[in-house]
């Protein structure tokens, strides 16, 4: 039998860490010995973040995004265009568009894509409110911002399905070749995509 190494709290702490993604057992402890040998420095001020965190951070009851107040802070950004609305799946998403910053608009967080093998149908996303902020709003464009995968791809499909009728300006992200991509290292969807959507040089 194998004597147990440390407490049952730092065990804890390790399995919770563990559990996050990209985060396998071996990086979790890593993680967790230099929080400890860092204390002051890391694991107090962390506990102090984690805990006010867990206390004050809300859903947006407009868009879906994630934040300490409700509206979020975007929805309350006056400067944003409020004719345009990005279509996101998750938060992490709206993260990676608003480090690009290239789009100052609004957005809408699906809260994930329509699944049949897992489950997830239409009423288990934010979708009948998209629809009503398209209806109830002056929104001119739906940006549909959704992965490149199937899942993606089909609600995408299903949203713009239902958007047409409100006479809405529907797009999508391009798919193709990545900025310094290589196309021997694409795979055979990624150049039909490409190829499909060729512009004009």
């Known amino acids: 039998m194998v004597e147990r190494v440390v407490g049952p709290e730092i065990e804890r702490l390790v399995q919770l860490l ?5 985060l396998g057992p071996r990086s979790a402890r890593r993680a967790v010995l230099q929080l400890i040998r860092k204390r002051d420095e890391l694991l107090s001020p962390l506990a102090d973040a984690m805990q006010v965190a867990r206390e004050r951070i809300v859903i947006c009851s407009c868009c879906g995004n994630i934040d300490t107040k409700d509206p979020c802070v ?8 409020p004719t345009i609305l990005v279509v996101v799946e998750t938060v992490a998403d709206l993260w990676a568009l608003e480090r690009a910053g290239l789009l100052n ?3 809408h967080v699906l809260g994930g894509v329509l699944s049949p093998l897992d489950g997830i149908g239409p009423n288990d996303l934010a979708i009948s409110s998209l629809i009503e902020r398209v209806r109830g709003h002056k929104i001119d464009e739906v940006v549909l911002a959704v992965n490149a995968t199937v899942d993606g791809q089909t609600t995408a499909h299903y949203i713009a399905d239902l958007l047409t009728p409100h006479g809405v300006k529907i797009t999508r992200l391009a798919h193709g070749v990545p900025v310094g991509g290589e196309l021997d290292y694409l795979d055979e969807g990624t150049l039909a995509a490409a190829l499909e959507r060729r512009s004009s040089f």
């Open 18 to 22: 563990a559990r996050l993604p990209g």
């Open 105 to 107: 608009a609004r957005y």
């Open 74 to 81: 975007i929805c309350c950004d006056e400067r944003r265009d």
